[in-house]
Every structure is written in C-alpha cells, then in structure tokens.
C-alpha cells in the first residue's frame, strides 16, 4: 500500500508558479510511475504529467506542455510538479497518482493504483 500527500497548492496571480510535492509513505514510490491529474467540477481527471520511475522518461499533455514539468527524487520518495505562467484556466484539484508498474506512463485514470487525496490549485485573473 502507497499512501500519497499532495502539497503546494494555493491561491497564485496569473503568470506566476507553483510546485506541488507529491510524498508517498508506507512504501517507496521508487518503483512506480507516478502521474499527476487535475480535475475541475463536472469534468473527468485530466492527465497532465507522468515520470517512470527513475525520472528517465516523463510524459506531459499538450495542453500544459512548455509550462509544467514533472521531476522526482526518489531519495525523497516525492514527486514534484513544477507549474510556472499559470492560467485561470489552470484553477483545479491537482491529484497525484502511483502506478503499479515502473517504466510505462498511462494517460488513463485507470493505470493508476494508489492516489492522494488532491490539494487545490485557484488562479486569480
């Protein structure tokens, strides 16, 4: 079992950045991919980042790609994601999300296992 801690959100101006930390305890997050998703009243979670896991290989949608990066520290056992010329459009639940496998990023849900319980992210215009 994997437990999951989003942290770093908050109330950010647009154009400015935030880095949420994804903290796993209970196990090491070493051996999975972890992705990030974000989800905003009535939609479905969106993928927005994934790593394997020894940070070799991420995955970012095109929606956010040039202005998120994923990263981990694995000695940390946290997974970041960097958000820098943050939109309105940005303004969601950020959730992190560990895989079962290590070396293949899903842009589904339904790859994911074990999931935090989301930290808010609110973007002023």
């Known amino acids: 079992q994997v437990q999951l801690v989003e942290s770093g959100g908050g109330l950010v101006q647009a154009g400015g950045s935030l880095r949420l930390s994804c903290a796993a305890s209970?196990?090491?997050?070493?051996?999975?991919?972890v992705g990030w998703f974000r989800q905003t009243p009535g939609k479905e979670r969106e993928f927005v980042a994934g790593v394997t896991w020894s940070g070799g290989t991420t995955n970012v949608a095109d929606s956010v790609k040039g202005r998120f990066t994923i990263s981990r520290d694995n000695a940390k056992n946290t997974v970041y994601l960097q958000i820098s010329s943050l939109k309105p459009e940005d303004t969601a639940v950020y959730y992190c999300?560990?895989?079962?496998?290590?070396?293949?990023?899903?842009?589904?849900?339904?790859?994911?296992?074990?999931w935090g319980q989301g930290t808010q992210v609110t973007v002023s215009s």
């Open positions: 209970g196990r090491t997050l070493s051996s999975y991919t």
């Open positions: 999300a560990a895989s079962g496998i290590s070396s293949y990023i899903y842009t589904s849900q339904s790859g994911y296992h074990w």
